[in-house]
């Protein structure tokens, strides 16, 4: 105890010593951290935007309005039969209009003057959004949907936002590997930073140093020092982090979330915490590897 507390009392010597260096250190980790909490937290937020539009991938398969109720009673028996099929329903040309009106502007209904264009469909929910393409391939060879496909051909009659989805999937694959480029940029620049800090610690106390191998003083009593300073260099600039992206949680993503409805951007508390314990650990990660670094370079013990 008496070892950590001279270590401490040693760390907050070494702060006053290198002020601008010391807050350079401090700010940098700060920055960094803060940039990777907002790119977890983007993460975050990118998977459940990928998770709900995933859950409203589907097939509508259209029927043309002279199909029999038996055909499409077979059509819809064969669908069931496949594999990742999670549901299917029959929508009626009323029901389509229905459902169009509810969602349409007033003046493209009045357009309709009374008349109903839209096709009849059986709408086909899947268990898993992936099988899209492989269940849509099925449907269209079936031979009875093929002749009371709404359309002029089953492809044409097919519809589903696969392609959609696989675009998305890309786009977010792209932004993934920017993300963790520029955190494993941010780390080595944090990472230099905390590097210099603590060289220069070590520069200004090199008489001491000195003194205390002459009088017997162990490799860790000289390191303890610096290695405490590392360390209260990133937590603080982790605790500054977590601040700032605390604020960020209670005013913007609110306004964001309410602004955006149609997208699951909500993040639950219980991530957040995590996020913010993630950052802390990281940034004393990054503290004590950096000052092992300095030390390994410039304190010969």
Do not use: W
């Not at 393409?133 to 949907?145: G, K, L, P, R, W």
């Not at 940034?283 to 030390?295: Q, T």
């Amino acid at each position: 105890m008496r070892s950590l507390g001279y270590f401490f009392k040693e760390s907050l010597h070494g702060f006053t010593r290198n002020l601008s260096t010391t807050l350079g250190s401090i700010v940098t980790i700060f920055l960094s951290l803060l940039i990777i909490g907002i790119f977890l937290v983007g993460g975050v937020v990118v998977n459940n935007v990928m998770s709900s539009v995933e859950n409203e991938v589907g097939i509508s398969a259209f029927i043309s309005d002279d199909a029999s109720q038996s055909d499409i009673d077979k059509v819809e028996d064969f669908i069931r039969g496949i594999d990742g099929v999670a549901s299917v329903d029959f929508t009626t040309k009323d029901q389509a209009l229905e459902n169009f009106k509810a969602t349409s502007n007033s003046d493209i209904v009045d357009a309709l003057d009374g008349q109903n264009p839209l096709p009849a469909s059986i709408e086909v929910e899947l268990s898993d959004p992936k099988l899209v393409e492989d269940v849509a391939s099925q449907i269209e060879q079936n031979s009875t949907f093929a002749s009371i496909c709404g359309y002029d051909s089953p492809s044409e009659s097919l519809k589903y936002g696969q392609k959609s989805v696989a675009q998305l999937f890309q786009l977010t694959s792209y932004v993934r590997y920017i993300g963790i480029a520029l955190i494993v940029l941010l780390i080595f620049i944090a990472l230099v930073f905390i590097n210099n800090t603590i060289r220069l610690a070590i520069l200004a106390r090199r008489k001491e140093i000195a003194i205390m191998r002459l009088v017997g003083a162990s490799n860790g009593f000289i390191r303890g020092p610096f290695l405490m300073e590392g360390s209260l260099h990133a937590i603080i600039g982790s605790l500054f982090a977590v601040g700032v992206l605390e604020l960020l949680r209670n005013l913007a993503l609110p306004k964001l979330a309410g602004a955006l409805k149609f997208l699951a951007i909500d993040v639950n508390a219980g991530t957040f915490v995590i996020i913010y314990v993630a950052l802390v650990i990281a940034g004393l990660i990054i503290g004590l590897f950096g000052s092992a670094l300095a030390m390994r370079r410039y304190l010969k013990v």
